[in-house]
């Protein structure tokens, strides 16, 4: 569908919909048992808390990964080993730097066209500290304009805060300028819609193949959306979207 008018930039999710950890991670491979195995806590119950101390991590940069480790080894009274607890960290943030080192030749070569017709390009990712202590490494970096981390602001998707930190980052462009392009995670296309942005745009590339969704959720996720595209290349003909 064409634009009622002209957008000058475009804002993405990261994890799954820029790179994909799962094209690195084990089917069966679950990162915070595998750290609970190193550190010898309780599988279970571990799991479980850092489970529920998700919305935490992606909103603080304090306490470190590294802190919050040695707390759970205390409250499970556990002595910390730091060779274990240095595997523990590597078992939990491996398969996002693998992502952020490694993304798809694709998506590379999408992005440095859009940058080659003008377009500012921005990130906005939930994510905690350790899983993007790998971003500066990453040949997607130097490709942005505008990055907001979660962990680093305060406040994540769906929030319009989280959103809007970009305007800042992009010297006053406004989001009314702007197109979103997400996997769907955490309510973020609703969420950008409320932040403001011109266009919301569903991105099925690896979510559609990962398996980590059923096909009648990302359907749901796709009518949240102005436009859905199957790759990124198809930013390449703003026709599409």
């Not at 799991?47 to 991590?57: E, F, G, I, K, L």
């Not at 305060?154 to 800042?168: C, D, T």
Request: hydrophobic fraction near 40%.
């Amino acid at each position: 569908m064409p634009h009622s008018e002209p957008l000058r930039a475009i804002a993405f999710d990261l994890f799954h919909t820029l790179v994909d950890p799962e094209d690195f991670r084990p089917k069966e491979f679950r990162r915070a048992r595998a750290a609970a195995e190193a550190l010898g806590l309780p599988v279970e119950e571990f799991d479980r808390s850092w489970t529920a101390d998700h919305p935490d991590r992606t909103t603080h940069l304090r306490p470190t990964i590294d802190e919050r480790l040695r707390a759970y080894c205390e409250r499970f009274g556990v002595a910390v080993d730091p060779i274990r607890l240095a595997d523990a960290i590597e078992r939990l943030e491996r398969h996002q730097a693998l992502a952020l080192r490694q993304p798809r030749a694709g998506t590379l070569d999408t992005l440095r066209s859009l940058r080659e017709r003008g377009w500012t390009l921005g990130v906005v990712s939930n994510c905690d500290a350790g899983e993007i202590r790998y971003w500066s490494e990453s040949p997607l970096a130097p490709l942005f304009d505008a990055v907001v981390f979660s962990c680093a602001i305060g406040y994540a998707k769906p929030s319009v805060e989280a959103y809007r930190a970009l305007v800042p980052r992009w010297g006053g462009l406004p989001l009314s300028a702007a197109a979103y392009v997400g996997d769907g995670s955490s309510d973020e296309l609703a969420g950008a819609r409320r932040a403001g942005f011109a266009r919301v745009i569903f991105q099925s590339e690896f979510v559609a193949r990962n398996g980590l969704r059923s096909a009648a959720a990302n359907e749901l996720l796709r009518q949240d959306a102005d436009a859905s595209i199957d790759g990124l290349a198809e930013l390449l003909d703003p026709t599409r979207w």
